[in-house]
Nanobody, 126 residues
């Protein structure tokens, strides 16, 4: 089993930055694609960004391109997401996830996600 634990959420003003991290334990996630989904109140969960198992390929939702950057450290079994130029519409619970391939994230195939973190709140004030 894999446990994913997010950290780094919080309250920030519009235009500010936050860095979310996701630490995996229990077993290595080196063979998994990793990524982030978010869910705002009253809205469906949506794909944000993902990175493949070797860190060579990434995919971003159009809404965060140019502002968010994902990276992973396989040695530390962690994945991070740097969020810059935050907007009020970025307010949501952000959840880390692991899946067997990047396509799961790109297609938004939530049912195919193998592991989820518990989520961390990001609130952007205007």
């Amino acid at each position: 089993q894999v446990q994913l634990v997010e950290s780094g959420g919080g309250l920030v003003q519009a235009g500010g930055s936050l860095r979310l991290s996701c630490a995996a334990s229990g077993r290595t996630v080196g063979n998994y694609a990793m990524g982030w989904f978010r869910q705002a109140p009253g809205k469906e969960r949506e794909f944000v960004v993902a990175i493949d198992w070797n860190g060579l390929t990434t995919n971003y939702a159009d809404s965060v391109k140019g502002r968010f950057t994902i990276s992973r450290d396989s040695a530390k079994n962690t994945v991070s997401m740097q969020m810059n130029s935050l907007k009020p519409e970025d307010t949501a619970v952000y959840s880390c996830a692991a899946a067997l391939n990047l396509g799961v994230f790109i297609r938004g195939s939530i049912h195919a996600i193998n592991y989820w973190g518990q989520g961390t709140q990001v609130t952007v004030s205007s």
